[in-house]
């Protein structure tokens, strides 16, 4: 699990999504922030039309902060990030759903590098 340090609180949420910049891929949106913070922080969230359980929910928040935790010294320092799964990733099985993510990540790494 991604240490409480590198995830964003609701506050922090709520300024990301107020001033932050978006992108979009077919399955995530993606929005950063640039902070005065000395690390990158992460969350991860649902749209209202993923109707998931909590358990699913929070399988798939794990497996995200998996992945952005084994290549979290890759990402740009001061940035807050915050990723909104769509309902079709969140239906997705398993392997698809870790595929899309990887390469979601993949893509926030390459930007800022």
Do not use: W
């Amino acid at each position: 699990m991604l240490p409480k340090l590198n995830r964003l609180s609701k506050k922090d949420i709520s300024k990301l999504f107020a001033e932050g910049k978006g992108f979009r891929t077919s399955l995530v949106f993606i929005r950063t922030r640039h902070t005065q913070a000395s690390i990158a922080r992460f969350c991860i969230l649902f749209t209202k039309n993923a109707k998931l359980n909590n358990v699913e929910r929070n399988r798939i928040r794990r497996q995200a902060f998996t992945l952005i935790e084994k290549q979290l010294d890759r990402f740009e320092k001061g940035t807050d990030y915050g990723i909104m799964v769509s309902p079709t990733l969140a239906l997705a099985d398993t392997e698809k759903r870790r595929e899309t993510l990887q390469k979601v990540i993949e893509t926030l790494t390459s930007q800022h590098v």
